[in-house]
């Protein structure tokens, strides 16, 4: 068997990674016939040489690859020709050994955003069980949440759904936290916005990630909405201002990473950021500047940093500027 899963909604992924793992026995035999690799470490042998090993008293053996569509996408496997020593015929191979895997091999392939076009995935679709797991936006993004909420056996308001998406955005590892923890508040009541502002333990720190992104992504209404906010409930302004620098920083350093087209996992490990740091949002806002942009960006920073601590500016006018400053179009 073969599935393919891939999306830029990590959360969803990995919950119906499980939810398939259930359907393979039992858990502690399926562990131990688990192997996970690194497409960027994985030759095509030694994945199907893999797969074709018998599993140790289970009824499967999973064996789990990270990254191989986007990875060979990216390494421009399918533009050479098609030699024997050629990495798109070496990959090949396990195109054309698909058919011939073991019944009690289960070949999973686990990767991010990845185009439509890409041919390792066309090559491979027909072959397989396909699942996409696109971010959640919107209307999509409200309906996951009552959905949520209902299977854990109650309800929440319109009201408390909107502060919930403006506090902790389209994080949805960090919604389920919260929507677990505001259920067993409310007692079996309607979650409500106030029951969100007393308990989410998140809200202020998600609120400043949410008002960093709209200041880096050009939403100048949701950033200075935001702003005020933080400032309001007590937020230092120079924490806030750190906040974007560091982004801003991050930002710089992912620009100098983009010529070499690592894929996500590896730009993640250059970067120095935790496993949990949502990088594919971080290199969609970077595409957004090219980099003279970004240098003039910081560089306002710095002035903004400045005025401040010089008190040319008061903390609370010298951020409106800032944000206006950087959300004017390029």
Same mark, same amino acid.
């Given at each position: 068997m073969l599935y393919i899963l891939f999306g830029a909604d990590d959360f969803s992924l990995q919950e119906r990674l499980e939810e398939?793992?259930?359907?393979?026995?039992?858990?502690? *035999?399926?562990?131990?016939?688990?192997?996970?690799? %690194?497409?960027?470490?994985?030759?095509?042998?030694?994945?199907?040489?893999?797969?074709?090993t018998a599993p140790f008293l289970g009824q499967f053996r999973l064996v789990m690859v990270k990254g191989l569509l986007s990875h060979l996408?990216?390494?421009?496997?399918?533009?050479?020709?098609?030699?024997?020593?050629?990495?798109?015929a070496e990959w090949q191979a396990?195109?054309?050994?698909?058919?011939?895997?073991?019944p009690t091999t289960v070949?999973?392939? =686990?990767?991010? !955003?990845?185009? !439509?076009?890409?041919?390792?995935?066309?090559?491979?679709?027909? !072959?397989?069980?396909? $699942?996409?797991?696109?971010?959640?936006? @919107?209307?999509?993004l409200q309906q996951w949440i009552h959905s949520r909420v209902a299977q854990l056996g109650g309800s929440i308001s319109p009201r408390a759904v909107k502060l919930l998406t403006e506090l902790c @955005? %389209?994080? *949805?590892?960090?919604?389920?936290? %919260?929507? %677990?923890?505001?259920? *067993?508040?409310?007692?079996?009541?309607v979650i409500e916005e106030k029951d969100v502002r007393q308990i989410t333990s998140y809200a202020r720190e998600a609120s400043v990630f949410t008002m960093v992104d709209a200041i880096v992504e050009q939403r100048a209404h949701a950033a200075i909405k935001l702003l005020h906010q933080l400032l309001a409930e007590g937020v230092a302004p120079s924490y806030l201002l750190f906040m974007v620098t560091r982004q801003l920083r991050l930002m710089v350093q992912a620009k100098t990473l983009e010529a070499q087209r690592l894929p996500p996992g590896e730009a993640q490990a250059q970067l120095?950021?935790?496993?949990?740091?949502?990088?594919?949002?971080?290199l969609r806002q970077t595409a957004r500047y090219p980099m003279p942009r970004l240098v003039e960006v910081y560089s306002?920073?710095? $002035?903004?940093?400045?005025? =401040?601590?010089? @008190?040319?500016?008061?903390?609370?006018?010298?951020?409106?500027?800032? =944000?206006?400053?950087?959300?004017?179009?390029?």
């Amino acid at each position: 068997m073969l599935y393919i899963l891939f999306g830029a909604d990590d959360f969803s992924l990995q919950e119906r990674l499980e939810e398939l793992k259930r359907g393979w026995g039992d858990p502690e *035999l399926l562990a131990i016939n688990t192997t996970l690799f %690194e497409a960027q470490q994985l030759a095509p042998n030694q994945l199907i040489n893999t797969c074709d090993t018998a599993p140790f008293l289970g009824q499967f053996r999973l064996v789990m690859v990270k990254g191989l569509l986007s990875h060979l996408e990216q390494s421009g496997a399918y533009r050479r020709p098609a030699t024997q020593s050629d990495s798109a015929a070496e990959w090949q191979a396990l195109v054309d050994y698909v058919p011939q895997m073991p019944p009690t091999t289960v070949l999973v392939l =686990i990767d991010g !955003k990845v185009s !439509k076009d890409n041919p390792w995935l066309k090559r491979l679709a027909p !072959k397989a069980n396909v $699942e996409e797991f696109p971010l959640l936006k @919107g209307t999509k993004l409200q309906q996951w949440i009552h959905s949520r909420v209902a299977q854990l056996g109650g309800s929440i308001s319109p009201r408390a759904v909107k502060l919930l998406t403006e506090l902790c @955005g %389209e994080n *949805l590892r960090i919604l389920a936290n %919260e929507l %677990e923890k505001l259920h *067993l508040y409310a007692r079996g009541q309607v979650i409500e916005e106030k029951d969100v502002r007393q308990i989410t333990s998140y809200a202020r720190e998600a609120s400043v990630f949410t008002m960093v992104d709209a200041i880096v992504e050009q939403r100048a209404h949701a950033a200075i909405k935001l702003l005020h906010q933080l400032l309001a409930e007590g937020v230092a302004p120079s924490y806030l201002l750190f906040m974007v620098t560091r982004q801003l920083r991050l930002m710089v350093q992912a620009k100098t990473l983009e010529a070499q087209r690592l894929p996500p996992g590896e730009a993640q490990a250059q970067l120095g950021l935790s496993p949990n740091y949502p990088v594919d949002k971080l290199l969609r806002q970077t595409a957004r500047y090219p980099m003279p942009r970004l240098v003039e960006v910081y560089s306002k920073l710095l $002035e903004t940093d400045l005025a =401040i601590k010089t @008190g040319k500016w008061q903390d609370e006018l010298a951020l409106d500027l800032l =944000i206006v400053e950087v959300c004017q179009k390029a």
